[in-house]
């Protein structure tokens, strides 16, 4: 054949993407850049909200930098190191809940932390990621749809943390608790009569948790019910949301032009309703721009899940990001009045620290799912 007429070849190496090398790094380039973008957001609207303390700003961005080490390390870690250490985890994680109830702090009437002096942590945090863990983990090798049996020794697993962190009393992270493993074990295959049932069992138990109910926790729920009843009471938090929200109107006040929270009419602006205050200072368009980034991440998240390699992943990547979902969703329904409000912070942006680094983990482990399905798939 003439030499003109072959076809060229190259010694050079196909180029990679930047998806590839941060693949080889086993960060999913999607997921981080769609967590940065929200994240950005909550410091700026922190500034705001804080009442322009750089000093908090800083804090936040510290917590923010550690919780991104630990979701980098937790992705350097194989699928199948998570499934082995699943049921351990988990135990420890119920044992640390246990020691809360019998040497915990008291804080604001509830007991829900652990301080041995060098750290002072929450152990429910751990939770969060032992449940779809260890439900995800169970059902792995097992014939689905689940069997009865197993229906039933996994509904065990849900509810035994799930009590003891409803006592501590911590009403919201139960509530995260139950969707987490509630969602894995939705995804392998539990059928409608089960959830129909269950929502049926619940709803013939009202009565019966409504005589449980503390105090605060039941006047949260008439607060809920009829907030405009005590406007200066119960119902301010909620009443002063509105206010914020609906002044906002289509493209909002401004940044750092807000009045809610700047003239403290918003009481915990920087925490469990920033939302309020965000939605004040960017309006509508602002919220939508939001709720896009939240639910790319969430779609993100089940197309992981969708092109997992096996069971144990694909429940567990869909039950992180359907509880990724759950956070949005309970946080923004309680600042608008369509939930009571339970203490659920809206995640990436809201202060606090060990809500984020937890949630960062668990990113951690979904993009460990992503990386490593690459890498066994080239």
Not at 26 to 48: K, P, Q, R, T
Request: hydrophobic share 50%; glycine share 10%.
């Amino acid at each position: 054949m003439n030499p003109l007429f072959q076809p060229l070849t190259s010694s050079r190496p196909p180029q990679q993407g930047l998806s590839d090398v941060f693949g080889r790094l086993h960060l999913d380039l999607w997921l981080l850049l769609l967590l940065a973008g929200v994240s950005a957001i909550g410091l700026i609207v922190l500034y705001s909200a804080s009442g322009h303390s750089m000093p908090t700003v800083m804090n936040q961005a510290e917590r923010l930098l550690l919780g991104l080490a630990v979701m980098a390390v937790a992705a350097q870690a194989t699928p199948e190191m998570y499934r082995a250490i699943a049921p351990w985890f988990y135990s420890m994680a119920t044992l640390l809940l246990v020691m809360v109830l019998i040497l915990g702090d008291h804080a604001k009437g509830a007991q829900r932390w652990l301080d041995f002096g060098v750290v002072r942590f929450q152990p429910a945090e751990f939770m969060k990621l032992a449940m779809p863990l260890c439900v995800a983990s169970f059902l792995h090798g097992r014939p689905l749809p689940p069997s009865i049996s197993t229906i039933a020794i996994t509904l065990a697993i849900i509810g035994v943390p799930t009590v003891l962190i409803a006592i501590q009393p911590d009403l919201g992270t139960s509530l995260l608790i139950v969707a987490a493993g509630g969602f894995a074990l939705y995804f392998g295959g539990l059928g409608y009569r089960w959830i129909l049932g269950a929502l049926a069992a619940v709803g013939a138990a009202l009565p019966v948790l409504w005589t449980r109910l503390h105090d605060y926790q039941r006047q949260r729920v008439l607060t809920f019910m009829d907030p405009e009843s005590d406007p200066l009471g119960t119902g301010y938090h909620i009443t002063q949301s509105k206010i914020a929200i609906g002044s906002g109107g289509v493209f909002g006040k401004g940044w750092l032009n807000g009045t809610q929270a700047k003239l403290d009419f918003l009481p915990e602006s920087h925490t469990d309703f920033i939302f309020a205050v965000y939605s004040e200072e960017l309006g509508l368009m602002g919220v939508l721009f939001l709720l896009g980034l939240y639910l790319a991440i969430v779609g993100r998240c089940l197309y992981i899940a969708v092109r997992a390699q096996d069971t144990f992943q694909r429940l567990l990547a869909g039950a992180l990001g359907m509880t990724f979902f759950i956070y949005v969703f309970i946080n923004m329904g309680m600042v608008i009045g369509l939930l009571p409000v339970v203490g659920v912070p809206l995640p990436l942006v809201s202060y606090g620290g060990t809500s984020m680094v937890s949630l960062l983990a668990g990113f951690g482990m979904l993009m460990s799912i992503q990386t490593h399905r690459k890498l066994l798939a080239s």
